[in-house]
């Protein structure tokens, strides 16, 4: 019994003595900062990925893609790697992503509204004039300034997040050289940013790629994605992809529309 419990013994040890002997270390992807916002008058979180060479390479600069709905339980992780795939395999150039954390997004995706179900639902909407000099004045700055970046960037944006890509695209052409609408709720406020679109005589810089892609979403989904490009494309003279998407839903189509978008917006 005593040469059981023995070996027994020199077996734990020798098993304590081999996971002390493996090392743990942290994997990192990337860093999380957090800026106080004058125009939002809030701290907003930001989840940044860095390609793998970002440290060794001093002399290099890189676009950045900037991620609506960019928390880390969102759509932060699944797009960085999506972006670290794409570029290891030649398809896309390695790209910093900037995850914006959401703290209200139908607040700041929103513009206001006079449809009463509209206000309901969205009790808090209507400020993404805010949010949108927040990106131009606070938020391009800083990662240009804290970052190797080259002049090329690029927006994401689903859902409302598209709505709010859309509305950037109308209003500030300018901010972003790629746009990447996902499933964008253009029935916002009657389909009226669909109206303005049509009507108002906008300056679109050179160079500017428009992405736009829906799924099984619904008629008035559907269509109103259809028309977004239909009205880029053939009114304002913009290089525009749509990519209609039947076999995906509004859930499921995000990461598989960006694997095809943006190897488009580089090529197309």
């Known amino acids: 019994m005593k040469c059981n419990i023995s070996i027994l013994f020199l077996l734990i040890s020798l098993s304590l003595s081999a996971q002390q002997k493996i090392a743990k270390n942290p994997l990192i992807i ?10 939002l008058k809030e701290a907003r979180k930001l989840n940044i990925y ?96 804290k970052y190797k970046t080259n002049l090329k960037r690029t927006i994401i944006g689903q859902s409302l997040g598209g709505l709010l890509a859309t509305e950037i695209l109308i209003k500030k052409p300018q901010l972003f050289n790629h746009y990447a609408i996902i499933s964008p709720s253009l029935w916002w406020n009657n389909e009226s940013l669909l109206n303005d679109l049509a009507t108002i005589e906008q300056k679109y810089p050179p160079g500017l790629k428009v992405y736009v892609s829906v799924g099984t979403e619904g008629k008035r989904m559907e269509d109103d994605a259809k028309k977004l490009a239909g009205i880029l494309k053939d ?23 960006l694997y095809k978008g943006l190897q488009l917006l580089e090529t197309g």
């Open 30 to 39: 990337g860093e999380i900062l957090e800026i106080q916002s004058k125009v």
């Open 50 to 145: 860095l390609p793998a060479e970002y440290a060794t390479d001093s002399a290099r600069t890189y676009p950045v893609i900037y991620l609506l709905d960019g928390s880390a339980n969102e759509d932060f992780l699944h797009v960085a790697g999506l972006v670290q795939f794409l570029s290891m395999i030649d398809k896309m150039p390695q790209s910093i992503v900037v995850g914006i954390a959401n703290v209200d997004r139908k607040k700041d995706f929103t513009f206001p509204t006079s449809i009463p179900k509209d206000l309901k639902d969205f009790p808090t909407t209507g400020k993404s004039d805010r949010f949108i000099s927040f990106i131009e004045q606070e938020l391009q700055p800083y990662i240009q300034q």
């Open 235 to 257: 009114g304002k003279k913009i290089n525009v992809s749509y990519a209609p998407m039947p076999e995906e839903n509004h859930l499921t189509i995000l990461h598989n529309s």
